[in-house]
T-cell receptor, first 115, second 112 residues
Framework: GAVVSQHPSRVICKSGTSVKIECRSLDFQATTMFWYRQFPKQSLMLMATSNEGSKATYEQGVEKDKFLINHASLTLSTLTVTSAHPEDSSFYIC???????????FGQGTRLTVV | GEDVEQSLFLSVREGDSSVINCTYTDSSSTYLYWYKQEPGAGLQLLTYIFSNMDMKQDQRLTVLLNKKDKHLSLRIADTQTGDSAIYFCAERGNTGGFKTIFGAGTRLFVKA
């Protein structure tokens, strides 16, 4: 079946540095990908919709200058957490639907810890 | 905006059936999902149902959909200790870029 690969699965970074997370669709093309964030013991909150060839659409309250999204190709979207702070520590997960009327597949998630 | 609600906790004895309930608001929902998340892990898609169905059964799992009331349930038969996890209800509609909206998750505790 379709697979979405997310890398890295875990990352620890120093406060003030930037971290890039990749989301790849392995055997299908995804013009749209979604980025979610999950705080401990909470649900997944949609951060933004990544659109291939155009700007990402951010949900209310999500800082677009802090969470940079690039959807450079039909199989890759990246989320860069810029100038990371400890409060950015979270579980980030991406998803990609095959088409408009099909299920969405999720990556395995990235656990970011900012120290 | 779209909203998905579910109870936060459920505790059952091993061997009993578990029923996790969920309500949603988006009338344009096309897909409704149940995901399982074990501690420290990502999401595992358990099952999903199209909005034009009212029931789907897959081994120990039974999904019931009441589209009129926008109510979804997941029944786990013969619940085992390995079923202890957080279960997320999610819906995907035809608006807003077809994004998937999640409920807060129901933490299932299975007592031996």
């Amino acid at each position: 079946g379709a697979v979405v690969s997310q890398h890295p699965s875990r990352v620890i970074c120093k406060s003030g540095t930037s971290v890039k997370i990749e989301c790849r669709s392995l055997d299908f093309q995804a013009t749209t990908m979604f980025w979610y964030r999950q705080f401990p013991k909470q649900s997944l909150m949609l951060m933004a919709t990544s659109n291939e060839g155009s700007k990402a659409t951010y949900e209310q309250g999500v800082e677009k200058d802090k969470f940079l999204i690039n959807h450079a190709s039909l199989t890759l979207s990246t989320l860069t957490v810029t100038s990371a702070h400890p409060e950015d520590s979270s579980f980030y997960i991406c998803s990609a639907p095959i088409g408009k009327n099909t299920e969405a597949f999720f990556g395995q998630g990235t656990r970011l810890t900012v120290v | 905006g779209e909203d998905v609600e579910q109870s936060l906790f459920l505790s059952v004895r091993e061997g009993d059936s578990s029923v996790i309930n969920c309500t949603y608001t988006d009338s344009s929902s096309t897909y409704l999902y149940w995901y399982k998340q074990e501690p420290g892990a990502g999401l595992q898609l358990l099952t999903y149902i199209f909005s034009n169905m009212d029931m789907k059964q897959d081994q120990r799992l039974t999904v019931l959909l009441n589209k009129k009331d926008k109510h979804l349930s997941l029944r786990i038969a013969d619940t085992q200790t390995g079923d202890s996890a957080i279960y997320f209800c999610a819906e995907r509609g035809n608006t807003g870029g077809f994004k998937t909206i999640f409920g807060a998750g129901t933490r299932l505790f299975v007592k031996a």
